[in-house]
């Protein structure tokens, strides 16, 4: 049986989520079965590109208005500016042929990488399974995190 | 150094050289050797670590002018 590696994505900013996609794809490429965790921000980075979620309920409504996710969508940690820092990281990107965010998702799926979203985050939020990517494997709660993080060899909170 | 195949990584940052060298070796037969053109610095401890991580064997990493030529093994 190979190793396992999971990875909890909580945060909603591009950089952490490049980073969490690298080590995915590259714990794939060593042979370790990978499971990716979203919960609470990080799961705007598996949201569709579409425009705000329909939810039910006012404060729902004007989260999901503030909160639109999609991996195009994303903020940067530090520097964003307003979005100008974000453009002249991803210029910085191209520049240096390094995959985009959407092409390192891409590549993680195809290397295997399953993605989660966590159940209670969408439940508080308002979130439905329609407002992610088909990517997303299933939805599930802690309990599947643990049992997973339990024989995992390497497991991170990003 | 002979090899069987070449993967051509130059310009590519981690990790898309182990990514590409993982696919790659699955293509080839055991026994046989790839060989890896880099530039990224960080291949120079990543393909040895990446070797120990899968147990295939790592033969010789060249450097010549700033790129690597890595030499890999297939074991299993």
Redesign the interface.
């Known amino acids: 049986m190979s190793e396992k590696v999971t990875l909890v994505v909580f945060s909603g900013e591009m950089d952490k989520a490049l980073s969490a996609f690298?080590?995915a794809?590259?714990a794939?490429?060593?042979?370790m079965e990978v499971t990716m965790f979203f919960t609470f921000w990080g799961l705007n980075i598996i949201k569709k590109k579409e425009g705000p979620i329909k939810s039910r309920g006012i404060m729902r409504k004007m989260l999901n208005f503030m909160n639109r996710g999609g991996s195009k969508r994303l903020p940067l940690s530090r520097f964003h500016m307003l979005g100008l820092g974000k453009w002249m990281m991803g210029k910085l990107m191209q520049d240096?042929?390094?995959?985009s965010l959407d092409e390192l998702m891409a590549?993680a799926r195809g290397?295997g990488v399953k993605f989660i979203a966590c159940s209670t985050s969408m439940g508080i939020m308002g979130i439905s399974k329609e407002a992610f990517i088909p990517e997303v494997d299933s939805v599930a709660g802690v309990a599947t995190y643990l049992a997973e993080a339990k024989e995992g060899k390497v497991n991170l909170f990003i | 150094m002979k090899a069987d195949a070449t993967l051509d990584c130059i310009?590519?940052?981690?990790?898309?050289p182990?990514?590409h060298?993982?696919?790659k070796l699955k293509e080839l037969e055991v026994g046989q050797v790839l060989e890896i053109l880099a530039d990224d610095e960080g291949i120079k401890v990543d393909m040895p670590a990446?070797c120990r991580?899968?147990g295939n064997e790592l033969l010789d990493i060249e450097e010549e002018a700033g790129a690597y030529r890595v030499y890999i093994r297939k074991t299993k």
């Open positions: 690298s080590i794809i590259g794939a490429s060593m042979g240096a042929k390094s995959p590549t290397a | 310009g590519l940052y981690c990790p898309m182990i990514f060298t993982a696919n990446w991580a899968t």
